[in-house]
């Protein structure tokens, strides 16, 4: 089932992570597996990594476990170090997750590639304006656990996740998130059934797959479409033609946020618009929850696309 929530203030940056954490809660009931954030700082300059070593659930395996984790961050560190990266921060959030805020006038996407092939580590974000935190649990856990309660931005998207198709893992959470074009992030609603096919196209490309969710072909599909000149809108509308299946997603770039529904409209989603804020959620009750007084809501319509700027 799960559920997707997105908001963008419109004149400068709020407390989007009390706002978000608040608008996943009301949301718990559509997935309690796992919960996801892509929130985004306002006027950045420094990279901000965000990295996973390994998963949740791997921490059971014993005190062997620390020994692989400490092994596979000295990996990290080097490969930063080799590309020219300056660390000006180092944040172990949890045994398996990492924060790094650093500079680097290299090609960022070689040094991704080069952090990836160690087993097991995977880049969740990589970008001057994107932090993308997910994890196993409802919205209160992951917020607890990874500070997100006082992060302050302009905008942002958020999934609850029921586990469908793919394992209970971190890896199959939402969003998702692709380089080469950093600061892009989506979350998903729905089944893309040409899957296969799209992603074979994307990997003949050269774009990289971490997981088997259909969910993250739509971030690999908008980064490459944006890597190659084309507008977050006109992305949007191709791919209503190019992607089959049903689906309701949410797309955050640096400085802009859009939504796409599929010709059948299956999968919900409910609007609020005012000059200063738009917030969207498959349910009414997660817009509520940030905004408890007497609102007005629509329901897009099928291929409806929107794009809103920061």
Excluded at 23 to 38: E, I, N, V
Excluded at 163 to 176: G, L, M, N, R, W
Aim: glycine content about 8%.
């Amino acid at each position: 089932m799960c559920g997707i929530v997105g908001l963008i203030h419109l004149k400068g940056a709020s407390n989007v992570g009390g706002e978000m954490t608040a608008m996943l809660q009301s949301l718990k009931h559509r997935g309690p597996d796992s919960t996801g954030y892509a929130v985004y700082r306002e006027n950045a300059e420094d990279y901000v990594m965000r990295v996973k070593i390994a998963e949740a659930e791997d921490m059971d395996r014993g005190r062997g476990i620390h020994d692989v984790l400490e092994e596979r961050l000295a990996k990290v560190d080097a490969i930063l170090e080799e590309h020219g990266a300056n660390v000006k921060q180092k944040e172990r959030v949890r045994p398996y997750a990492l924060r790094y805020v650093l500079t680097h006038d290299g090609n960022t996407g070689e040094m991704a590639e080069h952090i990836e092939e160690i087993d097991d580590v995977e880049i969740l974000s990589l970008g001057n304006g994107l932090e993308l935190i997910k994890d196993l649990g409802d919205a209160s856990v992951v917020a607890e656990a990874y500070g997100l309660d006082d992060f302050r931005g302009t905008h942002g998207i958020g999934h609850t996740r029921m586990a469908t198709e793919s394992d209970v893992d971190i890896k199959s959470a939402h969003p998702y998130w692709a380089f080469p074009y950093n600061d892009v992030s989506v979350v998903h609603n729905g089944q893309i059934t040409n899957y296969w096919i799209m992603r074979r196209e994307m990997e003949r490309k050269g774009h990289r797959f971490m997981s088997n969710c259909d969910s993250e072909l739509l971030a690999v599909y908008t980064a490459h479409n944006l890597a190659n000149g084309v507008t977050l809108e006109e992305s949007l509308r191709r791919s209503i033609d190019e992607i089959d299946g049903v689906f309701t997603y949410l797309v955050c770039t640096k400085d802009q946020l859009g939504m796409a529904k599929d010709t059948m409209a299956a999968k919900p989603l409910v609007l609020y618009e005012s000059d200063d804020l738009i917030a969207m959620a498959s349910e009414e009750v997660a817009i509520r929850a940030i905004l408890p007084h007497e609102i007005d809501t629509t329901d897009p319509y099928d291929e409806e696309v929107r794009v809103w700027q920061a």
